[in-house]
Each structure stands twice: as C-alpha cells, then as structure tokens.
C-alpha cells in the first residue's frame, strides 16, 4: 500500500517503509505490522499520533526515522478524505506519537506542552510492553521532571535505574530531583553514584 493510503488501515499503529524512491512521500510503498512499540534497527516508520492542544486530540500519522527518531513529517486526511503530507516545522501544535519507543531519542518528542498529560500517559501505557524499559522510563521521567511532578519523576527514574540506565546522568538526575525533594541523604548518595560511574567510565 501507499502512504496516500495509510487512513484506510486504521486498525495498525505503525507502518514501516519498504521503499521510498518516489520523491512524493505519499506514493512510498508502506506495509502494516503488529508492532505496538517504536523498533530500535534502523528504518522509516509512519506512527500514528496525536495533534494535541489545551482541550482537544486528533489523529494524524508521523513519519519517525529509526534509531535516531527523527520525526519530521506529518501525514493529515482533509475534509475530502485525501491524504496530504506537512513539515512537523509547520505545525501550530504539537504532534506526539501514540506509541511508545524502544529506541533512544530527544524525550521531547512525547512532550506536548498544551496537554502534557496525553504523552505522559502514553508512556505509561508503553512501559508494560517496552522491551527497554529504561528507554521509556527515561522519556517518561524527563517530561514529568519538567512539569515538577518530582515523585513521578523519581519513580520513573528508578525504573530505568533498574533496567540498566542510558548514562550515569541518570543518577544525576535522582540526586537533583531527591534535592529538590528535600531527601538530602536520597540525594547525596545518588551524587556518589554519580561520580563513581564517571569514574568508571
């Protein structure tokens, strides 16, 4: 199937593309997969997503490039049931994926600022069926960092802690979220953490 095509297909959450030699994006070939996560090997994916404002969602597709997760497309039906494709540059709101992702990337991606709670809770949704845990645990922990909801965010940087944490700034973050806390001694022993980490490495 087309690209131009992926609205007839609603039922899958992510397509992959199989060829893309058309400099039309919407005439590259797709294929639907029973994937419910964001794949780490390296590929072009169209995933659904969300348009998310103040007080309202709608559905839209977004091309994301794998492992990096670039996003730089958006793929809209019109009134008249076409499909067209925009520059997620062009967008006046925000577009997140509706699918979690087990492959690392800017947390932003996920960050609405209009509704933070929509990729907050698709996050949630995508820990239990992450493969990386600390992947998701990391987009969800940052976001909830910088909405000030620290015990969330702790909790969450404690999941990845347990999966195995991307860096040692991970702990970082611990140490500076159970300062904020007023967890003085969380907060000093996270530090350690730190620095015996960066030593290491």
């Known amino acids: 199937m087309k690209v131009k095509d992926i609205y007839s297909c ?6 992959v593309v199989t060829d893309q030699s058309d400099d039309d994006e919407l ?16 590929n072009f994916y169209f995933v659904k997503a969300y348009e998310v404002s103040s007080d309202s969602i709608t559905g839209c597709y977004l091309g994301i490039m794998t492992p990096e997760r670039i996003a730089e497309s958006v793929i809209r039906q019109t009134g008249n049931g076409q499909s067209r494709s925009e520059s997620i540059y ?8 509706a699918v979690a992702s087990n492959c690392f ?4 991606l996920y960050y609405s600022k ?11 949704s ?8 600390n992947v998701v645990a990391e987009d969800l922990g940052y976001i909830l960092r910088d909405e000030g909801r620290l015990a969330e965010a ?9 999966a195995g944490p991307s860096s040692e700034y991970i702990y970082l973050e ?28």
Not at 114 to 124: C, H, S, Y
Not at 126 to 133: C, H, P, T, V
């Open 90 to 97: 062009d967008q006046k709101r925000t577009i997140i994926p």
């Open 114 to 124: 209009e509704n933070p709670q929509t990729g907050i809770d698709i996050l949630r």
């Open 154 to 162: 702790i909790e969450a940087f404690k999941i990845s802690e347990a």
């Open 174 to 201: 611990l140490s500076e979220l159970y300062k904020q806390s007023g967890q003085i001694e969380e907060s000093l022993q996270y530090e350690q953490k730190f620095k015996e980490q960066e030593e290491d490495n």
């Open 105 to 108: 990337g800017d947390y932003t």
């Open 27 to 42: 005439n590259w070939d797709i294929e639907p997969t029973d994937l419910e996560l964001l794949p780490e090997e390296e």
């Open 126 to 133: 995508g820990l239990d069926k992450a493969i990386n845990k």
């Open 10 to 15: 609603a039922g899958t959450n992510i397509f």
